[in-house]
């Protein structure tokens, strides 16, 4: 496993390029906040989308397959961060509605609300899409551009309707110095469920177009919605039941049967959308309680439902219950036994780290990365670790070589899936540029936003920018999740997970599409260069082991720069993780200055060319012995004394490979 490596190496050209190109814009911003508007030519603009819709339509056609497009680092997604905004956290009705005449330069509209009818398609690229809309009062038009985070129940959602609310709009210029209403948090922008707003719901080409309530009763819902999902249609499925069931509440029918069937419906298609936390209330809400045979089927269905919600979930204990009580309803239901006795299996991993790792490791592949374990956690816990925030504890003694943390991942993104996206970024608040794993904030946004239940642990992880802090709001049916803050945490807590398996498309990943994943309790783990743990990873589940004795109450570290030269180490710890490492090693290298870590490098160097250029087994007599006289070398370049009880790092690999060619 690797940290997540965030060095970009550009040329001088290229880093001007990018810098002046991103930091010019935002100079660009500065000077022209607080302007009002300039309408712009509605004509252009138009033309303009409509031509980029075509270009991206062609470009789709050719990136479809499995795997990710390879992108060259000058195609790389280039944006600005450390500038950020916390979302609107005021509910609709409690805005000022504006309009587009209304909006001045690269200024956030506290306070109001702009109500939009899109006017032409949709433009999706890489890392945004945009479109051109237009007010409700008049024709005037302006471009609206959502970044990163596009998707509502698996559609886009510029896509999925023509009529937005957006929330406290910031009007800005784009990377391209054309001026922009711009979506950074997916809350900010909410899709408009009826045609009340601009008058008319007439284009039909939205799931949730023309739902005027009012004109269907609670069964006509019910069954387009079941005709939706026959047609592989998730989200205008989830809609139709959903309007079924506000009209049910309206009229306040009290539960009946087709309360109960619209909540088990919308279960299955949560469900297939792995929006678990809705899922799981919707499956329990149709519980009927009945004791006609009819009636236990269907609850048998619901606790099924529940159950794999809850599974999903981690909730292995709650899982194993809801499929205790499907059993009891419809004992030779197959999938529901099987899936208690998986339920079973994860609470012992839970509890005791008996892992069956060569099935785990046999069943994986690229299409299957994801393995179906649980973590356990119990030899450790969070505490204060000073001068470096929070940290992970021993809760007793753990053996070298014992599991100190098996952690299933909360995201991973492997770099041939389709979800996978580097950007460059450059950072306004270090005047660095980076890479960063942007396709994995964007897919632990989308987890998040399907699953509120887990915001707060997600949102409580390190990040330089706090946004909104850990806890969960919503509004309007929407969790608020601050993407900025997302980012932070991301850049502050990931981690490479490893070669899954060596295949022909992992060799292929390099920096402009690395894995990266989202481990939430080793985030917790502070980096040491003499650290007590190791960690490896098989698929998404991190296994963390003692690499000597670690006592009760002793501090966990890892390390997440393993490099011997303290320089480069140095600088790629304040690069990446924004810290520097004060453990005795830095301590004592640092003390020996450059010119003798200069050395000592060079004579590293040496002899890990020797290694490298002679197989150990067989290895000539000239060879070994050049070796001895290296090891020799290396060792004069330590102080005995400031090095004592300290490792030799520069001797790891040639001192092994001494041992392994002297052995008899
Ligand atoms: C993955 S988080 C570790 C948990 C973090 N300490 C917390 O409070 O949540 C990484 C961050 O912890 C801090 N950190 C980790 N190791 C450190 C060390 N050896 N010295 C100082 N800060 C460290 C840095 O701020 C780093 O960006």
């Known amino acids: ?45 138009l033309q303009q989308v409509t031509g980029a819709s075509l270009m991206a339509d062609m470009n789709f056609a050719a990136e479809l397959g499995l795997e990710a497009p390879k992108r060259q680092r000058d195609a790389m997604v280039a944006f600005a961060v450390g500038h950020p905004y916390p979302p609107c956290i005021a509910s609709i009705e409690d805005l000022q509605p504006m309009e587009l005449s209304e909006l001045r330069m690269d200024t956030h509209h506290r306070g109001r609300v702009l109500t939009v009818r899109r006017k032409a398609p949709v433009v999706q690229l890489q890392a945004s899409s945009w479109t051109v809309v237009h007010a409700r009062s008049s024709e005037e038009t302006e471009r609206l551009e959502i970044l990163l985070h596009k998707l509502t129940h698996g559609q886009d959602i510029l896509e999925s309707g023509s009529m937005f609310k957006i929330k406290e709009p910031y009007f800005t210029l784009n990377e391209q110095d054309e001026p922009t209403l711009r979506i950074d948090h997916p809350s900010d922008l909410v899709l408009c469920s009826n045609g009340e707003e601009l008058g008319d719901s007439k284009d039909g080409d939205s799931a949730t177009a023309s739902t005027d309530l009012a004109r269907k009763t609670a069964k006509e819902w019910k069954e387009e919605g079941n005709a939706a999902l026959k047609q592989q249609d998730l989200p205008l499925a989830h809609a139709n039941y959903t309007q079924g069931l506000q009209l049910l509440t309206k009229n306040d029918t009290g539960k009946e049967e087709l309360t109960y069937d619209l909540f088990r419906n919308r279960a299955h298609v949560n469900l297939i959308l792995n929006r678990f936390d809705e899922a799981k209330t919707d499956a329990l809400a149709s519980l009927t309680g009945l004791e006609d045979q009819k009636a236990k089927d269907l609850d048998s269905k619901a606790y099924f439902r529940a159950g794999y919600a809850a599974y999903n979930l981690g909730e292995f204990q709650e899982a194993k219950g809801f499929f205790e009580d499907q059993q009891r309803l419809m004992p030779d239901h197959k999938d529901a036994a099987a899936y208690l006795r998986r339920a079973e299996l994860r609470l012992k991993e839970q509890a005791t780290a ?59 993104v492997w770099g041939h899936e389709k979800e996978a996206l580097t950007a460059m970024t450059y950072d306004g608040r270090d005047d660095k540029i980076r890479v960063i794993p942007a396709g994995l904030c964007r897919a632990i946004v989308q987890k998040l936003l399907d699953n509120p239940s887990q915001v707060e642990k997600v949102m409580d992880l390190y990040g330089d920018y706090r946004g909104l802090g850990k806890q969960l709001i919503v509004r309007d049916s929407s969790p608020v999740i601050d993407t900025f803050q997302v980012h932070d945490i991301v850049s502050r807590n990931a981690f490479g997970p490893g070669p899954m398996h060596s295949s022909r498309r992992e060799a292929e990943e390099d920096e402009s599409n690395a894995s990266a994943g989202l481990w939430v309790m080793a985030a917790y783990i502070n980096h040491s260069c003499i650290p007590n743990a190791e960690k490896e990873c098989v698929g998404d589940l991190m296994i963390l082991r003692a690499t000597r004795r670690i006592r009760a109450g002793e501090e966990i570290t890892h390390s997440y720069d393993a490099s011997s030269d303290y320089d480069a180490r140095s600088a790629a710890l304040m690069n990446t993780w924004g810290f520097t490492c004060d453990c005795a090693l830095c301590v004592a290298e640092k003390a020996d200055g450059p010119g003798l870590r200069k050395k000592r490098l060079q004579l590293e160097s040496e002899a890990n060319a020797l290694v490298e250029r002679n197989a150990p087994v067989g290895a000539k007599m000239l060879a070994v012995a050049k070796g001895r006289r290296l090891i020799r070398s290396i060792n004069e370049t330590y102080n005995d004394e400031r090095y004592k009880g300290l490792p030799r790092t520069a001797l790891d690999r040639i001192q092994k490979w001494l041992a392994e060619a002297t052995a008899r």
């Open 354 to 412: 008996v892992y069956n790792f060569k099935k785990i490791k046999a069943g994986l592949s690229p299409g299957r990365p994801r393995v179906d374990a649980a973590s356990f956690a119990r030899n450790v816990k969070i505490g204060e670790s000073t001068g470096r925030g929070r940290g992970l504890f021993a809760t007793h003694d753990i053996g070298s070589g014992e599991i100190v943390l098996c952690e299933k991942a909360f995201c991973v």
């Open 1 to 45: 496993m690797t940290s997540v490596n965030t060095t970009v190496f550009l040329t001088p050209e290229e880093d001007a390029h990018v810098r002046n190109t991103l930091k010019g814009r935002l100079q660009k911003c500065q000077k022209l906040a607080g302007q009002p508007r300039e309408p712009g030519d509605p004509i252009a603009r």
